[in-house]
């Protein structure tokens, strides 16, 4: 589960569920259109920051998702695993 804050109110404005295990890592894109979320369900799922709906679930790993990191230009999303892994993602 991820829980989006409002960091002015703290009041929570969104819970996001879908991963099956604990999740790790949050990263927004540098258009703040998407947010990244890595977890040790050894997927990476990618949400719609205006509906808040999950848009993809990347697969590939196999094993947890330590980290996800989108490129400074938004073309790319890294992600690292305990699988000894990086993949790099075109977004």
Do not use: E, F, M
Not at 41 to 47: A, E, F, K, N
Not at 83 to 88: A, L, M, N, V
């Amino acid at each position: 589960t991820i829980r989006i804050w409002d960091t002015v109110t703290w009041q929570k404005v969104q819970t996001l569920q879908g991963h099956t295990n604990l999740v790790n890592s949050v990263n927004y894109s540098p258009d703040g259109k998407y947010l990244a979320s890595g977890s040790w369900d050894q997927t990476i799922r990618i949400w719609d920051t205006v509906t808040w709906q999950k848009v993809q679930t990347l697969q590939g790993h196999t094993n947890l998702v330590n980290s996800v990191n989108y490129s400074p230009d938004g073309k790319y999303l890294a992600s690292g695993s305990w699988d000894q892994t990086i993949r790099i993602w075109d977004t």
